[in-house]
């Protein structure tokens, strides 16, 4: 008897500290019926098989933690026109789910809600229907819900106000309806909401307003009505609410003004009035509470549970059979928890750094074998002997899921800015630098392989103090672009720091501004040089959109040679842009030409800007320039503190660059020499 009791303890402590392998297993199952469902043709998860091992890397777009259970799932553009299963509910350690730009169709599965350690997901640009299911309350770890772009109709579920770690939630594009919640206040970190082009009606809920951490609301194109509350004001242009006739708002350019018996519905404080909306507070799942999964153990609870007697006596069977394998087991678990004992242990069920970068060392990107429609591929080598060079494919190619964990799968939140052609976002690479990564659509690119490829080398070979580095590239036959990776400049852009008035930005001083200008004309200068390329290239739209400031607000010109790779037709869209805040040489309209003395227009107009602190300049601060009536034309919030000769000197070169005639304009290196004067006698 005595022996039997020692079987059994000895398989209790093993099956509680070896790792089982994951083929075979309860996770297995769920993952081939959720290939049954996601790709019920089979064309696409080819690499799921019922033999495979998840956690080896063969299974596509499916990664695992260090306990061997699935931690993400990535299943972006890969054309799936399934359903979502509710198997995935089976993959309890599950932190990550993406599957945006598919066709999947049918309803969001409840069951999605006892994923409780779900940090991630992404179900955008599908065709799903129904609505957003009450119980996604209950997942209290997910930080960004998308779910924009699909035919998702209803109520938003007042449970989702229970959710604290919300950064995101983007609804978009569907066909909700219904008041918004006025729980999705209570959202502490929330940053972005975008219910926009949907068919919300009533007020917008103050408690909105008053989340501390909120940059981005948009409630476009909705049937919302009342009057805005006064607060959302902070947010500028953060706050988008066109296209609400319904909906009035003090000191808002966008709403129409309030009338007086708009004014008559609101209280003293001027929030709405009118029926609360009030939390309902999300009852207790009884099989929630069985299904969680404690993913920072060695094992995630299973969701069902097995009569006390029926494990009792599989127990014991299986005892007597490992009867005489005990002595070999028993030496595999000494080794075993030696080895456990040495080494560190991550209890939050994610992937460990080292991990994640060995599985995406051994997997091919999710996207890298699809092809693009159009046949347009500028990586393919020896095609029509054309091809980027093995040194440029070694030394700056990363593949798509450095992109994609760099960028959080192109996540809302980093996004720092969009334009007509590309999106430009922040991200941190798995060494820790941080990087901006530009999106750009292959229809916005060269058509010729060929050209595209001497304008990606082009804009590797630029390398100076004054010039934002390409750090790398990535081409996704997927998605149909093309990524640039910068390295990322901290202080944003030099606009930023004009027009500076409400205290949000920091006032340059004088000297910062002196060294700006030197640093840009020091950029352009390497530009126009054969140092940079032979012949010189033309940066055709610097401004102070275009100019970086890093930590020391040392200035980085951005964008050099980016003309280089784009269409001609995306080139001159920009233009309008230059055209309309003065950058664009006169000459231009006749020529249609860009050339040096064009870039050296577009920086002297840079230098009034940097002078007078202001973005749009007028003829008045022209002429003041021109006669040194400095308190006409220098920045008033330098109260004064500025050298005047600096000054007289920075107007007169600023007059000579932007002179109507080419031809009177000086050569870059002529200026840098001025400026270099101009510090030898300060």
């Not at 577009?602 to 003041?624: D, H, N, P, T």
Request: proline share 5%; glycine share 8%; charged share 20%.
């Amino acid at each position: 008897m005595g022996l039997i009791h020692f079987l059994v303890s000895l398989f209790i402590l093993l099956a509680c500290s070896t790792p089982p392998p994951v083929c075979g297993n309860a996770e297995l199952g769920a993952l081939m019926e959720l290939k049954a469902s996601l790709d019920p043709e089979g064309r696409v998860l080819k690499s799921w098989t019922k033999e495979g091992d998840p956690c080896s890397g063969s299974f596509e777009g499916v990664a695992c933690n260090e306990h061997r259970k699935v931690a993400n799932v990535s299943l972006v553009g890969k054309g799936l026109s399934g359903r979502v299963s509710p198997a995935v509910a089976e993959l309890k350690c599950l932190s990550g789910l993406y599957l945006h730009y598919n066709n999947l169709s049918g309803e969001i599965p409840k069951e999605i809600s006892y994923l409780t350690e779900l940090t991630d997901l992404y179900l955008n640009i599908n065709n799903l229907t129904g609505g957003v299911p009450s119980e996604i309350g209950n997942m209290t770890g997910l930080q960004v819900l998308q779910l924009c772009c699909n035919q998702l109709t209803g109520n938003i579920p007042t449970q989702m106000g229970s959710l604290k770690r919300l950064s995101v939630i983007a609804l978009q594009y569907n066909k909700l309806t219904g008041q918004i919640p006025a729980s999705l206040g209570n959202l502490a970190v929330l940053k972005r909401l975008d219910l926009s082009f949907n068919k919300f009606f009533g007020t917008i809920p103050a408690k909105l307003a008053d989340i501390p951490s909120l940059e981005v609301l948009d409630i476009r194109s909705n049937s919302l009505s009342g009057v805005a509350p006064h607060a959302l004001k902070r947010l500028k242009e953060g706050f988008q609410c066109e296209n609400n006739p319904k909906l009035c708002g003090v000191g808002f350019s966008k709403l129409r003004a309030c009338t007086s018996f708009d004014m008559d519905n609101v209280n003293a404080h001027g929030l709405p009035l009118g029926p609360n909306i009030t939390d309902s507070t999300p009852k207790a799942n009884p099989e929630s509470v069985d299904i969680q999964a404690s993913c920072n153990q060695t094992h995630c609870r299973k969701s069902t549970k097995f009569p006390k007697g029926a494990v009792v006596a599989g127990v014991i069977a299986l005892s007597v059979t490992l009867a005489g394998a005990v002595f070999l087991a028993l030496i595999r678990y000494r080794q075993r928890k030696q080895k456990i004992g040495n080494t560190s242990d991550p209890s939050d069920g994610r992937l460990s750094t080292d991990q994640a970068r060995d599985f995406y060392r051994r997997s091919p990107s999710p996207l890298v074998s699809l092809e693009y429609a159009n046949g347009w591929d500028p990586l393919a080598d020896g095609r029509n002997g054309i091809g980027l060079s093995q040194e440029y494919l070694n030394k700056y190619w990363f593949n798509m899921e450095d992109v994609e964990s760099a960028t959080q799968y192109f996540s809302e939140v980093n996004l720092l800015g969009r334009s007509k052609f590309s999106s430009v976002y922040k991200g941190v690479l798995r060494d820790g630098s941080l990087v901006a990564v530009r999106s750009v659509n292959v229809t916005s690119c060269k058509s010729e392989e060929s050209e595209f490829l001497k304008g990606l080398e082009l804009l590797f070979s630029l390398r100076h103090e004054n010039i934002v580095k390409l750090k790398g590239f990535c081409c996704s036959r997927g998605r149909g672009e093309c990524f640039l990776i910068y390295d990322f400049i901290p202080k944003g852009n030099l606009s930023r720091y004009l027009d500076v008035g409400d205290g949000t930005n920091e006032v340059l001083e004088w000297s910062k501004r002196v060294a700006i200008v030197n640093g840009i004309s020091k950029g352009i200068g390497y530009l126009h040089s054969s140092e940079a390329t032979k012949p010189g290239i033309i940066h055709q739209n610097i401004s102070v959109d275009k100019v970086l400031l890093d930590q020391q607000s040392n200035p980085l010109i951005l964008d050099s040679g980016l003309p280089k790779l784009l269409a001609d037709d995306v080139v001159f869209s920009t233009l309008k842009t230059s055209a309309a805040m003065g950058y664009l040489a006169p000459e231009y309209i006749t020529t249609g030409r860009f050339t040096e003395k064009s870039d050296i227009y577009a920086f002297g107009v840079i230098i009034l800007q940097v002078i007078s602190g202001k973005l749009q300049l007028s003829s008045s601060m022209r002429s003041a320039a021109e006669s040194c009536r400095y308190e006409e034309f220098v920045d008033a919030n330098l109260k004064g503190k500025f050298s005047e000769p600096e000054a007289a000197a920075l107007a007169k070169i600023a007059l000579v660059c932007t002179h109507e005639l080419p031809d009177n304009r000086p050569t870059m290196a002529e200026v840098i020499q001025e400026l270099n004067n101009l510090g030898a006698s300060s």
